[in-house]
């Protein structure tokens, strides 16, 4: 329910997995009193037959500075002051009583607060009656004829039922009969005058598609919570429970003749529905037996004069209709005697006390415990309701507090889908229940959100149906009807009593006379009657037997007429059948023929897509060939590309390292040629020869008696390119005097393709310990190359050796002169730089990173002399 005043609309969250139950909302109805005086204030308006209009009345005007505000609210259906029991049974209860019938259980309360016409509504008054005598009407007149004998089904504590035979339950009666003060109800009593009204329902209303098949019974019982205890009323206590003694400590006095009702305790029953453990149920067979059981409940439930209302509830009241189903047997007879065949549907009639403000009640004492009691319950209620829609509306799972409150704790199956739930909203119209009434819509607005799970269909037993009026037809037990012969003794006045308790009696026998005389001049008038009547009716039969002849005579006529044409007809069938037979034959041969084609077209086809099968497989194994040889030729065209181009650069560069040999030995002779003999010649340096003769190596003149050199940086014999210097990160820094330097050179820790890229020649230093324990320094180079994959490959071509060894071997520590010693004494330095050629070739593909290990990988060639 929605108020039409602008609302900010909520996301509902579908829950996963919802589908697969249905589910129906909680129907909300609205029933609005009529006034009690005409000149009352109202604050109240029906707008149409779903909304009704809150207005604020003028009072509350100024306490709320002159804010006026009005508030519409929706309902499933809105029912005037003008609304009529029957109007709102038939649309409220029903369905419900429909339901029942049909195995169903179902819950119907009213709410609202103190005044608002929901006792009322329940029950009625005195040629109105209410929703439940009406239920109880519906309920009878649809399993009236179907009921079974009383005790066949037999209440047990656990919330079911058990069944009994006819025998056991003939012997149950007569033992109960025999009882002085027997607790069922008896059917033949008269109607209490008090509620004879109330039960005179003149409309008569039935369920449809009733089950003839089985028999019912139905079972009642009455209870109130009252301060959040649960009271049986149709207990048998000796108590006046509208007049309690109570004493000042508002406790009962301590008396014989009274004894306080037992609360009663909420059991869970195998099915893990709740129930009232030790309720009593009454079995009754008809509509005023059972409001008679209800009415003597009532007088016992807990009312008061309050300051709004002369007869106010004091408690919750719950009457409950337990409607029991069992099959009749496959030869309809008698009661399937199966328990788990039993089909028990339940309907709870549920009168809420009203809510209530104690400052308008001016409730004290009981009066106004009572009324918290009352409030607190109610709000577990609305509680219960605001969680349930939480829950189903944003997928929460919060715990309901369904045990906060025996009214919500004994309901809760109701709501968790063990039937459907309707509530009725009364509300009064009168001003001075504004804020009352604004929190009764407040709650309907809540509970009309709330969703229900639908009830599930019972199974069906499985026996033939119409057995009960087939057993009849055979002239099985036809039921509790009366003979013609009881009818007509029934019309007979009563005999007198024929007692003489006095000689000197002299009435007894003429008032027997007198009435014998009376039975004896009705018998003769009955047999005069019969008389006539049986003279009237052989009449009829005698017209009756003449127009019967006459109609077998035209029957007969048009018989004979049919039979001719049937003849004809049979003649023209017999020729349609030979010509039949005929076409089916011709048929047959056709559909023969028809399936060898279809056979051979079949067999064709299979083999026609064998052999495009065998020929798609062949393509493909073609093209996988012809892919794997394109595959195999292209890498093994670029495999010998490789190897050829290895060996061209293998090649050159031995021929460069021969050319550079002869050029050193050339040089040398000519040293040894042009150099003087008296002087002892210097070996020269390589670095001098390199610079001399080529660009990779001069060798300068040697120079005797040579000053110490300054200390320089030793370049490299390619410094015309641009180099990749990679230098490791663990390196150590030597103190030798002569030191690589390659200018213009991109210097990093660790190769990578970005600085390949860019350079044509690399060198890596390499350091590691000699035999003697000295660091031996040496320079990897190699030429940088473009691979087709798109990455770059090294292929090292030279190695340099530096290392530093002690004076005391007779070697240098570099190629260049070191300074006289301080004693005059000069020391001899020898220069054991070595250089070795290398042909391997490592290639850098994209995204990789040459370390400082490839070393390891170099070939040398030749080693120099």
């Not at 991109?746 to 190769?751: H, M, N, Q, R, W």
């Amino acid at each position: 329910m929605k108020p039409a005043r602008t609302k900010t609309p909520r996301k509902l969250l579908v829950k996963k997995g919802s589908q697969t139950s249905l589910k129906d909302p909680v129907g909300v109805y609205c029933r609005v009193r009529p006034l009690s005086l005409p000149d009352q204030e109202c604050c109240i308006e029906v707008i149409n037959n779903t909304t009704v209009q809150l207005h604020t009345p003028e009072g509350y005007r100024l306490n709320r500075n002159g804010d006026y505000k009005e508030t519409q609210y929706s309902f499933k259906q809105v029912f005037g002051t003008h609304t009529t029991q029957k109007e709102l049974f038939d649309v409220v209860a029903n369905p419900l009583v429909d339901d029942l019938i049909h195995g169903k259980n179902g819950l119907l309360f009213t709410y609202g607060v103190t005044g608002s016409g929901k006792t009322h509504t329940m029950t009625g008054s005195p040629g109105e009656g209410g929703l439940l005598p009406r239920c109880l009407d519906m309920i009878f007149n649809s399993i009236g004829t179907f009921q079974a004998k009383r005790y066949v089904f037999k209440s047990n504590d656990r919330n079911s039922m058990d069944i009994q035979c006819e025998v056991d339950a003939l012997l149950e009666r007569q033992k109960r009969e025999a009882m002085p003060n027997p607790k069922t109800p008896s059917g033949k009593r008269q109607v209490d005058p008090e509620f004879a009204d109330m039960i005179n329902v003149q409309e008569f209303c039935k369920a449809e598609e009733v089950d003839e098949d089985s028999v019912y019974g139905v079972f009642v019982s009455y209870i109130e919570i009252y301060n959040n205890y649960i009271y049986d009323l149709l207990e048998e206590v000796l108590f006046d429970p509208i007049k309690p003694k109570w004493n000042s400590c508002s406790t009962p006095m301590r008396s014989t003749e009274f004894v306080p009702p037992q609360s009663k305790l909420l059991r869970e029953d195998k099915n893990h529905n709740m129930y009232v453990a030790g309720c009593t149920e009454v079995e009754v067979k008809s509509t005023e037996e059972a409001f008679e059981v209800f009415w003597r409940g009532q007088k016992k439930r807990r009312i008061a004069n309050t300051h709004l209302n002369r007869e106010s509830s004091r408690s919750h009241s719950v009457f409950n209709i337990k409607l029991v189903q069992a099959p009749l047997d496959a030869d309809g007879d008698n009661v399937l005697q199966e328990k788990e065949q039993i089909t028990i549907s339940q309907l709870s009639l549920v009168d809420l006390a009203g809510s209530e403000r104690t400052n308008r009640t001016k409730a004290e004492g009981n009066r106004l415990r009572e009324a918290g009691n009352i409030n607190q319950s109610l709000m577990t209620l609305r509680t219960c309701m605001e969680v349930l829609r939480e829950n189903q509306m944003y997928g929460t799972n919060k715990m309901v507090p369904y045990r906060d409150s025996k009214l919500t704790h004994l309901f809760k199956n109701y709501f968790d889908g063990e039937g459907k739930v309707r509530m009725i909203v009364c509300v009064n119209p009168k001003a001075e229940d504004y804020e009352e009434s604004l929190q009764v819509m407040r709650f309907a607005e809540v509970t009309q959100e709330v969703e229900v799970a639908r009830p599930v269909d019972r199974a069906i037993c499985g026996l033939t149906p119409g057995r009960r009026y087939r057993n009849q037809a055979r002239g099985g037990p036809v039921g509790d009807e009366p003979l013609v012969t009881e009818v007509v003794l029934q019309s007979f006045p009563p005999l007198p009593s024929c007692e003489l308790l006095d000689i000197n009696d002299e009435q007894t026998l003429p008032r027997l006379i007198e009435a014998l005389e009376k039975r004896h001049h009705l018998r003769q008038m009955m047999i005069e009657e019969f008389h006539k009547q049986s003279i009237t009716f052989k009449a009829l039969l005698q017209e009756f037997d003449n127009a019967v002849l006459n109609k077998e005579n035209y029957i007969q006529g048009k018989l004979n007429e049919k039979e001719k044409v049937i003849s004809g007809q049979k003649l023209e069938i017999e020729r349609l059948e030979k010509k039949n037979k005929t076409l089916e034959y011709k048929i047959e041969i056709l559909e023969k023929t028809t399936t060898i084609y279809e056979e051979d077209k079949r067999t064709l086809q299979q083999e026609l897509e064998a052999q495009n099968q065998k020929l798609q497989r062949q393509f493909s194994d073609k093209r996988r060939l012809e892919a794997r040889l394109q595959g195999m030729v292209t890498e093994t065209t670029m495999k010998w590309e490789k190897e050829c181009e290895r060996r061209v650069a293998a090649k050159q560069l031995e021929m460069q390292n021969k050319l550079w040999v002869k050029d050193e030995k050339l040089k040398q002779l000519k040293a040894i040629v042009t150099e003087p003999k008296a002087e002892k010649p210097e070996r020269p340096s390589r670095e001098r020869d390199r610079e001399k003769v080529t660009q990779r190596a001069v060798s300068p003149s040697p120079v005797p008696n040579a000053p110490p050199i300054r200390l320089r940086h030793r370049r490299s014999r390619s410094a015309g390119d641009r180099w990749v210097d990679h230098k490791p990160a663990s390196n150590v820094q030597t103190e030798t005097v002569m030191q690589p330097h390659v200018p213009h050179a991109i210097t990093v820790s660790v190769a990578n393709e970005k600085a390949l890229a860019k350079c044509e020649k690399y060198m890596l230093t390499h350091q590691e310990l000699a035999s003697d324990g000295e660091i031996e320094t040496k320079l990897i180079k190699g030429d940088v190359y473009k691979t087709r994959g798109g990455g770059q490959s090294v292929q090292f071509t030279d190695i340099e050796t530096l290392k530093q060894e002690s004076p005391t071997g007779r070697k240098r520590r570099s190629s260049s002169a070191a300074p006289a010693q301080p004693d005059g004494t000069e020391s001899e330095w020898t220069d054991v730089e070595t250089r070795v050629g290398c042909s391997v070739a490592v290639e850098m593909r994209a995204g990789s990173q040459l370390g400082p290990g490839y070393q390891h990988h170099a070939q040398p060639k030749r080693k120099k002399p």
